[in-house]
Structures are given as C-alpha cells and as structure tokens.
C-alpha cells in the first residue's frame, strides 16, 4: 500500500474536509491552496468560488466520527479543475491558475496509474 498524507481543508463555516493525497504530492496540494486563496480576491467575476484553506498536513488519520471520511485527492482536484474552469473572468489571467491545478490533476493522474488505483 502506497504512503498516503492528509491535507486538512476548513470551509468559512467551519466544516472540515480530509483529502487524501499520496505523501509525495500532499505539499503541492496545500501550496496550490494558498496560491489560490491568494489570488482569489484578484478575480472580478460573479461565480468566484469559496475555497476551503489548507490549515494542516499529517501522514495518520484515525477519524472518530463514522460520519466523516476522506476525499480521494484525484477526486478533489478533478472538482476544483472543473469549479475554476467554470468561472466567467474577463480581467484576470485565470488560464495561469488552471495551468496550476490541471499540473497537479495531471501529476496526480499519473501516480494512481502507476499505482494501479484508477
């Protein structure tokens, strides 16, 4: 079984999410996040997205809430590729995030192959 990290992401209301990312990757999610939270207030369309901030990394996750679980890492980026390619931005260059994001899909699509996970 391949080493898997966690990176902790926290909604504005609080809520909390567990993405599970293959430990050599987990770095490049919560850098990509805080690049994202940075420039997100650059963005002038009306369907800019609240994006939960990366507040930890850790290599164990024993949840305690049956009700909890963690999103696949693919699954997550795949879902923020398509929430960033939907927005309607005419001032901002937002190709340059969605390189970003596209890398890492591309990165992550790779290892689950390699993996034998997809």
């Known amino acids: 079984m391949p080493e898997m990290s966690y990176v902790l992401?926290?909604?504005?209301?609080?809520n909390l999410d567990f993405v599970e990312m293959p430990?050599?990757?987990?770095?490049?999610?919560?850098?990509?996040n805080l690049r994202l939270h940075k420039e997100l207030s650059k963005l002038t369309a009306d369907n800019v997205?609240?994006?939960?901030r990366a507040i930890?990394?850790?290599?164990?996750?024993?949840?305690?809430?049956?009700?909890q679980s963690p999103i696949g890492g693919l699954q997550?980026?795949?879902?923020?590729?398509r929430t960033f390619a939907s927005i309607?931005?005419?001032?901002?260059?937002l190709i340059a995030l969605l390189t970003e994001i596209r890398a890492l899909q591309a990165q992550l699509e790779q290892w689950y192959e390699e993996e034998d996970l997809l």
């Open 49 to 52: 997205p609240n994006l939960p």
């Open 9 to 14: 992401l926290q909604h504005e209301q609080g």
């Open 76 to 81: 997550y980026v795949n879902e923020l590729e």
């Open 23 to 32: 430990a050599s990757h987990a770095y490049q999610l919560s850098a990509l």
């Open 88 to 93: 309607r931005e005419g001032s901002y260059p």
């Open 56 to 67: 930890a990394e850790f290599r164990a996750l024993d949840l305690l809430d049956e009700q």
